[in-house]
């Protein structure tokens, strides 16, 4: 089992910034993906952004050029520096990980959610 906690989220004004942390801790080895999903009030879950254990970055076209994705292999971490925030940004932000079983297939995992509230 691998636990995800988030850190970082709160309210910001438009155009202000906000910094999303997330530890992984228990089973944390060969964890592949890490990264950030984000839900907003009736709207689906999507993906805001990722990041492979290899460097690899994903982002969301909506957040691509404000929002970077970073990790720290040793210390389990995965961190999202959000800029330019804007008040569509507001929603709860999960982060996420993936990890192989011993069947080879990807289990999923996520954290409790921290709320992200850009006012105008």
């Known amino acids: 089992q691998v636990q995800l906690v988030e850190s970082g989220g709160g309210l910001v004004q438009a155009g202000g910034s906000l910094r999303l942390s997330c530890a992984a801790s228990?089973?944390?080895?060969?964890?592949?993906?890490m990264g950030w999903f984000r839900q907003a009030p009736g709207k689906q879950r999507e993906l805001v952004a990722s990041?492979?254990?290899?460097?690899?970055?994903n982002y969301a076209d909506a957040v691509k050029g404000r929002f970077t994705i970073s990790r720290d292999n040793v210390k389990n971490t995965v961190s999202l520096q959000m800029n330019s925030l804007k008040p569509e940004d507001t929603a709860v932000y999960y982060c996420?990980?993936?990890?192989?079983?011993?069947?080879?297939?990807?289990?999923?995992?996520w954290g409790q959610g921290t709320q992200v509230t850009v006012s105008s």
């Open positions: 996420h990980c993936t990890k192989p079983t011993l069947m080879g297939q990807q289990r999923e995992y």
């Open positions: 228990g089973s944390i080895l060969r964890i592949n993906t």
């Open positions: 990041i492979t254990s290899g460097g690899n970055t």
